[in-house]
């Protein structure tokens, strides 16, 4: 988990005998003995914006604050039923191995905090830097109040990193006394995770029209499945002549006492060429689902669990009603039940806020990355393969305003393999913004998130969005297609004002794709099919996966030409809107892709002695 801890930090050095007499200084610090509860007052409530269960019966909830002056995330964890202890952490992608962690625990006659990790076999281990330093605790008839802070970065290298996006947290409820920190059991633990956006943005919030009107978007009375996932799709209609409003502000419907139980949820509205949509209340893979609701995917709000209220920026907002504009909507939800409750009724969903005063600029939505093709593949047993999509110079200088664009959110997709996606700024072949990235990026928790800086991307700029895929546990190729166990990568980002823009994407060139496929079956003792009438992902899933394979394939996306898809929102390409152009090694993010030699360096060297000249 090296790419999750502390990194590299200006320390000063230390002698041996210094080292030592601070350990043993912070092992006396370490024992802090909680039986007798700390006075004061409760903090505001206001001082913790942010919340979220742990665990999924509520025992555990977590509140947080973010200090960027300071650097730093005050915790407030409320512990409902405290028995031996508690831990609470961060780790890579949520396992309890190789995890940093913040400690209580008794021994049945005292009680004791400290800050501790976990080796790569679970085992816990006293840090001799305590950087979960503990500030208070106090009872109360809720439970027990535990009150921490945690610096972002820290110098030890056995500390979680805490950076932008995703943050795996784990916890642990010690249900009988442990004598010393190194008895605890991880495996006996009852415990599990939760994913969040720790660093929330320092985002103000711009100030609401006297106009303003709400509507609801919930689920009528849903019974929640009796099991671990399921994803509701309900379908809701808008009056009918509903003129234009925008969108200025929405936010989360949760039915009280399901709050650990409903994960996140999307409402989307529906494609306008179709007169009409068929109602539907069920599961969303249910062969009972109408086909035309597949074709409700523009998104106009995204909620995931620990999300507050999202709000459009005051010269914005998003157009919905009017002509041109469906009057139907999909409202999904994710119910998360690993617990398998049976009979939970459930009525959530999404709050929208809008107005009838028109704002000076209507935000748009806009694709980028990879097109949802098969050219696009990972081989199986990888840990760390990389694909990037382009929208590229020519797309943005022919589409966007002289004024350019303003990004003032993003929504990262991918599906079960992706674990990374950044998208970067590129001007005059030289990147200068990060607009967003999730290094531990998650499939299961993906929602619109607030920029802490608008973006401004101007005709001529490249936007560029790399994936990074792990297919450890599969043993054929991952295709990019819409298929649960096929792959995309994506950004939505939201942006003013709305341009006729909507997709701005790549993939590789098909026919250096066929050119791969040739090389591969020649070179190969087995045989490819690559019969006219043999599909895409049949030749992928036919190739055996050799080092050599993986690659050339490697080498092909990173330097083969792209084909681009600049769209338009009625689905035609912009000014035809196809280009093949050749990324070099210049164009490509170091902060989001690795290295990778040439296509016919790699084909020479292994096929030198059969006289391959590459392709």
Not at 492 to 518: I, M, W
Request: proline fraction near 7%; hydrophobic fraction near 40%; charged fraction near 20%.
């Amino acid at each position: 988990m090296q790419s999750s801890r502390s990194k590299s930090c200006s320390c000063p050095s230390l002698k041996p005998r210094e080292v030592a007499s601070m350990y043993f200084t912070m092992v006396a610090a370490f024992l802090v003995i909680l039986v007798v509860a700390l006075q004061g007052s409760a903090p505001r409530e206001s001082y913790f914006p942010y919340k979220v269960p742990l665990d999924p019966q509520g025992l555990l909830e977590l509140s947080w604050n973010v200090s960027y002056p300071e650097q730093a995330v005050h915790f407030q964890l409320l512990i409902r039923e405290l028995q031996f202890g508690i831990l609470f952490g961060m780790s890579d992608r949520g396992a309890f191995e190789n995890a940093d962690l913040a400690v209580l625990w008794s021994d049945g006659h005292n009680s004791y905090f400290g800050d501790a990790w976990s080796d790569a076999k679970g085992q816990l281990h006293m840090d001799s830097q305590q950087d979960y330093q503990l500030l208070g605790a106090r009872r109360a008839p809720e439970g027990l109040y535990l009150l921490f802070r945690r610096a972002f970065s820290t110098c030890d290298p056995k500390d979680y990193l805490i950076e932008d996006g995703t943050v795996h947290l784990i916890y642990g409820i010690l249900e009988e006394p442990v004598h010393s920190l190194q008895a605890i059991n991880i495996s006996a633990l009852h415990g599990g995770l939760q994913r969040v956006q720790l660093l929330k943005p320092n985002v103000s919030i711009p100030e609401l029209p006297s106009d303003m009107k709400t509507m609801e978007i919930t689920a009528p009375n849903v019974v929640i499945p009796s099991q671990e996932t399921t994803y509701w799709c309900y379908m809701a209609e808008l009056p009918a002549g509903f003129p234009k409003h925008h969108i200025i502000m929405y936010e989360p419907v949760v039915t009280a006492g399901n709050e650990a139980l409903v994960h996140h949820m999307e409402v989307f509205q529906c494609a306008a060429e179709f007169d009409s949509f068929p109602h539907y209340n069920g599961p969303c893979d249910s062969k009972m689902k109408p086909d035309r609701l597949n074709y409700c995917r523009h998104v106009l709000a995204a909620w995931a669990m620990g999300a507050q209220a999202f709000y459009y920026p005051e010269e914005a907002g998003l157009a919905f009603g009017g002509p041109g504009s469906s009057r139907y909507l999909r409202l999904e939800i994710h119910y998360h039940n690993p617990l398998v409750f049976k009979g939970r009724r459930d009525s959530s969903g999404i709050r929208l806020y809008y107005t009838a005063t028109l704002r000076p600029y209507d935000a748009g939505i806009m694709e980028l990355g990879l097109v949802y093709t098969p050219v696009m593949a990972i081989p199986p047993g990888e840990d760390n393969f990389i694909l990037t999509g382009y929208c590229t110079d020519k797309c943005t200088q022919l589409a966007l305003p002289t004024a350019g664009i303003r990004i003032f959110a993003s929504q990262l997709h991918t599906h079960l393999a992706g674990r990374k996606v950044v998208t970067v700024l590129s001007r005059d072949g030289r990147e200068r913004q990060v607009v967003n990235a999730d290094r531990h990026y998650s499939p299961h928790f993906q929602e619109i998130r607030m920029l802490k800086e608008v973006v401004a991307v101007f005709p001529g700029d490249e936007l560029i969005t790399t994936c990074t895929y792990n297919t450890e546990d599969r043993s054929r190729a991952t295709v990019g297609g819409f298929g649960i166990l096929e792959e995309m990568c994506v950004n939505y980002v939201h942006y003013y004002p709305q341009t006729q823009l909507e997709l701005c994407k790549s993939a590789v060139d098909p026919g250096y794709l066929h050119r791969y496929f040739n090389l591969v079956n020649r070179f190969n003792d087995e045989e490819i099919c690559m019969c006219p009438q043999v599909s895409v992902p049949q030749q992928f899933y036919s190739i055996p996966w050799n080092t050599f394979n993986r690659d050339v394939l490697k080498s092909l996306y990173g330097f083969a030409p792209i084909s681009m898809h600049c769209n338009k929102s009625s689905a035609v390409r912009w000014f035809l809107g196809f280009w093949q152009i050749t990324p070099g090694p210049s164009r490509v993010s170091s902060l989001c892709t690795a290295s990778v030699r040439p296509l016919n360096v790699v084909i020479q060297q292994k096929g030198k002695d059969k006289g391959w000249r590459g392709l």
